[in-house]
């Protein structure tokens, strides 16, 4: 959720003239009685019982409402008006839809609406396998369910409907999808949900204030049996006299601190086995534009053994790096690239039954990682090439410049924050010359790897 600095008016005269009430109940203490939402608010709230408030007692009007919540919503004003018209709005279409991650609390309503009742499915851009529940709502989505509701009430002869006015909003294309659905929803059942200068402002966030007033409309017309758009309105000085209050709130789902654990097995050559650890620690700061800086630090640790020879070898290489987030810079379940670039550090030595010296190498080190949703699991890559110089074994080799890449291919399977990972681990290297003129380092390596992320 993000802080709103631009308070909204929806269409106050006509969308609120639907949610009058004699007098207002107890109103939440973050909601002042003369704000243009009070009354949708002291109905959702009081009457019809379907928005809650926080620990604290507050409704966060200004809040953003998550997919989770809109779900949750919709789930409940379903079930009010099934249970007071004694209709029946199940109506499946095609296959269930299944999703690779839902939480446990959220499946009962989530599994509802899409399956069930069909009111969230379908509607154009959404992610086939993914729900995305912490991702805000748009405005878009909310004409999209509200259509379905009220088309489908009509459907069962719950819904009143009659000559709502003439609107055309200034900024949907002509020929977009939810010109008619507007249309309908304005002219056919009186529920208007834009704004006071004539805009729809579809692709935003939807608030809390902006859920209240619709469905608060829309259970006035279902089971009041008022055409919205024929009540009478309040007085306009009780909807325009004050403005709500900016409510602070998180700048960001996406967390400002990640932690990876890999495990990787494989092959370095025809002789080599290699066994590994390796982790991966990043912060992610403000945004800057459309993206978000970061700094990452990871360390990767393994053990060879030449087979042919029984000997061991240890093996280490860090980076420190700066971190580019382009894409995703909002939410972790959407698709994602970022840039590296900073200082590489590889550390080798054998034991002492080898005879092979330690090798020391330093250097510049960039990469890019980027992840894309296919389903219940995502893509997921990551590559990084190095040049190093020598510090040792001798001085003979203090400018010898060497290089490598590593290269990681997967699919990553997420809940919320956290996510499980399974591919492909390779390095490739230059060979890494030691004082017996032998190449000490492989000049590639390739095997399984499995991951964990946590963030927090």
Known sequence: MLFSFRPHRLFAGLVLSSLALPALAALPKDVPANVWAATAVSNMVDKWQILGLSPEGNFDGQAEVSRYETAETLWRVVRLVERRQ??????????????????????DAVNA?????????????????????????TRYELAWMLHRLMTRAE?????????????????????????????????????????????????????????????????????????????????????????????????????????????????????????????????????IGPTRPGFGINADYSLLLNR??????????????????????????????????????????????????????????????????????DLWLTGRYTLTTYLVPDQSFSQRLSNGQQYFLGLEKRWGTNSVRAGYYGTSYVAFPTTNSGAFLPSGQGGGMLSAQFAF
């Open 155 to 287: 459907a069962k002869k719950v819904a009143v409907t009659g000559k709502g006015p003439t609107l055309q909003y200034s900024d949907v294309p002509a020929g977009h999808w939810s010109g008619v659905i507007l249309k309908d929803l304005t002219e056919h059942f009186g529920l208007l949900i834009g704004f006071p200068d004539g805009t729809f402002r579809g692709e935003k966030s939807l608030k809390r204030y902006e859920l209240a007033i619709a469905m608060d409309a829309a259970l006035t017309n279902l089971l009041d049996k008022k055409l919205p758009s024929d009540v009478k309105p309040p007085p306009a000085k009780a909807a325009a006299t004050l403005e709500p209050a900016p409510i602070v709130v998180p700048k960001t789902k996406l967390p400002g601190f990640a932690s990876d654990y890999m495990l990787h097995v494989g092959r370095h050559d025809d002789r080599d086995l290699a066994a590994g650890l390796m982790l991966d620690f990043g912060w992610w700061f403000d945004k």
């Open 86 to 107: 004694a209709v029946d709005f199940t109506e499946r279409q095609g296959e269930p839809r299944g999703f690779g991650d839902l939480e446990a609390q959220h499946e």
């Open 308 to 377: 042919a020879a029984t000997q061991f070898a240890q093996g280490g290489m860090g980076n420190a790096e700066l971190r580019w987030r382009i894409i995703g810079s909002d939410w972790a379940e959407e698709p994602y690239l970022y840039l590296t670039g900073g200082y590489h550090l590889d550390v080798w030595h054998g034991q002492p039954a080898s005879n092979l010296p330690v090798l020391l190498a330093h250097g510049l080190g960039t990469g890019v990682a980027a992840g894309w949703p296919l389903g219940p699991w």
């Open 113 to 137: 609406v899409v399956n069930s009742y069909a009111l969230m499915q379908g509607w154009p851009g959404g992610m086939e396998g993914r729900f995305n529940g912490h991702r805000p709502s």
